[in-house]
């Protein structure tokens, strides 16, 4: 059993930290199951490298505990906890070949030369890299280093391998390429894992449960999926991706649905969880990709700006106030509109999501 189990976790830095009160993290609570890949999203400054150190053994909580696989090592130094890292800057040794490098890690842990051989040769085999073995990192591409990092972390075999924002040194495509790479590598070698990003696509992309932070504090931890379709606050949905916050009013509870007024309009919106009552003003999380130009759609909205994105057309518009985003990926047939226009628009209202009651109170005093 190799499952992370995070409890009670409060780090408090000296207040020199520019955290509330020097708090990094609080109170966090978390379970990374085994073989499973966890991330640690949010913005710069919410307690992600934090986290993530107090797991490897360089910062110690200053109250909580951590077990690994059952295993108290709240208080064990670096080496005794059996955990690989893998940093943003490689850290790879400029003066060691590629194979040198590998060997390292493995070197620290007693074994034969044979068997040491036989795992660098594993390794090497595992992620490509071969034909490359007598190389100095340098003569290597940039995916090419990211590889010899993950195999000098798997080479040791951790129980836990830990990832510090990893491909945020590479450019888009090759940051995709590699990202898909590693969620595959993981998965074949079934390594427990945590990972940290502020990049929400890659974390939905290579994640079985994203968490998302906030000032040191868990917002929500889900499957990626439930993360970006049903957030549990605003602050998520915004942060998963572009999000329309419209405002509604329910009039009337059905069974499965609601019937709330949107801007003028009227929809059957899907119900929900959170407890509703008629004439209370709510709060509808609208991805673009919901809104569908239609002629004879039941919303009008006016375009403000039109960003040409290649795949689509994106309208930043206006419906009876508020400001939404509108995609458009057939605009090679009906055109593009023009800033000042109006388009009407369809609703796709079965993904539509309402924020609990209590983040439409808090949104809508702060409104
Ligand atoms: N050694 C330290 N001493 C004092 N404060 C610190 C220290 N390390 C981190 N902090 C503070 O703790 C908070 C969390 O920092 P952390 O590095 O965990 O953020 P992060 O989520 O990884 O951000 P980023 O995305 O920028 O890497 C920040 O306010 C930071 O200033
Ligand atoms: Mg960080």
Redesign the pocket.
């Given at each position: 059993m190799s499952n992370v189990v995070f409890q009670n976790i409060v780090k408090q830095?000296?207040a020199?930290?520019?955290?509330p009160g020097?708090l990094?993290v609080q109170d966090l609570d978390l379970t990374i199951e085994e073989g499973s890949l966890v991330t640690l999203l949010?913005?710069?400054?919410?307690?992600?490298?934090?986290?993530l150190r107090m797991l490897a053994g360089f910062e110690t909580p200053t109250s909580g505990r951590i077990t690994i696989g059952g295993r108290d090592v709240t208080h064990l130094p670096v080496n005794a906890r059996n955990v690989g890292m893998v940093f943003q800057s490689y850290a790879l040794f400029p003066h060691m070949t590629v194979r040198q490098n590998v060997e390292y890690g493995a070197k620290l842990q007693n074994l034969s030369k044979a068997e040491l051989n036989s795992r660098v040769d594993e390794m090497l085999e595992t992620m490509a890299l071969t034909p490359y073995a007598d190389r100095a990192p340098s003569r290597l591409s940039g995916g090419q280093q990211q590889r010899v990092a993950l195999a000098r972390a798997v080479v040791t075999r951790p129980k836990v391998l830990l990832f510090d924002?990893p491909l945020s040194n590479l450019d888009a495509q090759l940051r995709e390429r590699m990202r898909d790479e590693l969620r595959a590598i993981q998965l074949r070698l079934g390594i427990t894992s945590l990972y940290?990003t502020?990049d929400q696509s890659e974390a939905m992309a290579i994640s079985d449960r994203v968490v998302v932070?906030r000032n040191?504090v868990v917002e929500q931890a889900d499957t990626p999926m439930n993360v970006y379709a049903r957030p549990g606050t605003a602050f998520v949905a915004e942060f998963m991706g572009k999000a329309n916050i419209l405002e509604g009013e329910v009039q009337e509870i059905g069974e499965a649905t609601v019937r709330t007024r949107i801007a003028g309009a009227s929809f059957e919106l899907p119900r929900g969880p959170h407890p509703l009552r008629p004439g209370q003003r709510v709060r509808c999380v609208l991805r673009p990709e919901y809104l569908r130009i239609d002629p004879q759609g039941p919303l009008t909205a006016t375009v403000k700006r039109v960003v040409f994105q290649g795949g689509h057309v994106e309208y930043l518009t206006e419906i009876g106030g508020q400001e939404c985003t509108v995609t458009d990926a057939q605009y090679f047939h009906g055109g593009i509109a023009e800033q000042g226009r109006p388009l009407r628009l369809a609703l796709d209202t079965r993904p539509v999501w309402m924020l609990a009651d209590d983040q439409n109170t808090n949104a809508l005093k702060a409104a």
């Open positions: 830095f000296p020199a930290g520019g955290a020097g990094a949010g913005p710069s400054g919410c307690g992600k490298t934090t986290t924002e940290v502020h932070m040191g």
